[in-house]
Every structure is written in C-alpha cells, then in structure tokens.
Nanobody
Framework: EVQLMESGGGLVQSGGSLRLSCAAS????????VSWIRQTPGKVTEWVSIINSGGDYAVYADSVKGRFTISRDNAKNTLWLQMNDLKPEDTAVYHC????????????????????????WGPGTQVTVSS
C-alpha cells in the first residue's frame, strides 16, 4: 500500500524556518517525481514545489521561489522541504504528493485539473506562521 507521511510542521514567527519531512513507503520511490502541495485556511490548494525522480531538477511556485528548497534521498525514501523566511501567507497544511510521472510535468497544460498528475498524497502537517 502506498503511504506518505509528513512531519515537521509547527508554529513559527514570521522570518523563521522549518524543515518538513515526508516518509514514503509501498512503492519504488526512486521511480516517481514527488511534490509538496499546500491547502490554505481558505481551502485553496496550491502546488509548492516538484522534484523529479532523480532529484536533480526541481521547480517552485513563484510565491516560494528563493525561500523554499525541495530535496529527496532515494536511498532513504524521504522527501524534504526546507522553508526559510516564512511569511504569514505560508500558513497552510502541507502535503507531500506522489506524481504519476518520473519527470516534472507542465502543470499549466492541465489547467484547473492539475491535481490529476498526483495519485497519492499524505494527510499533511500544519504550518502556522505568526506575524
């Protein structure tokens, strides 16, 4: 059974840092691109970052570019998200997700159906940034 389990969330002041982890099991982790997505308090779901199967290429949403870094260790079946210079608007539940591809797709092609590139995501970890 495919499982993804996030950890590392918490309450942090604006400008602070957090490192999220995602432990994956039940599939060949190194064969798939993986990602962080978040759901805001207003229930808007946003993609944050995607990394390809080999871990050598990643993309970021404009809202987090330069502040967040995604990484993975295929030997440990683990995905991370280093979040620096956190802002109140980063407050959300953060989920790790498994894509159906080994590469990073162009989400713009999918439009409002972009979540269809994912076939699994974890229950999430809450990140709250106070001002």
């Amino acid at each position: 059974e495919v499982q993804l389990m996030e950890s590392g969330g918490g309450l942090v002041q604006s400008g602070g840092s957090l490192r999220l982890s995602c432990a994956a099991s039940g599939f060949t982790f190194s064969n798939y691109a993986v990602s962080w997505i978040r759901q805001t308090p207003g229930k808007v779901t946003e993609w944050v970052s995607i990394i390809n199967s080999g871990g050598d290429y990643a993309v970021y949403a404009d809202s987090v570019k330069g502040r967040f870094t995604i990484s993975r260790d295929n030997a440990k079946n683990t995905l991370w998200l280093q979040m620096n210079d956190l802002k109140p608007e980063d407050t959300a539940v953060y989920h790790c997700g498994k894509l159906i591809f080994d590469y990073i797709p162009s989400l713009g092609v999918y439009g409002s159906n972009w979540l269809s590139v994912y076939d699994r995501w974890g229950p999430g970890t809450q990140v709250t940034v106070s001002s």
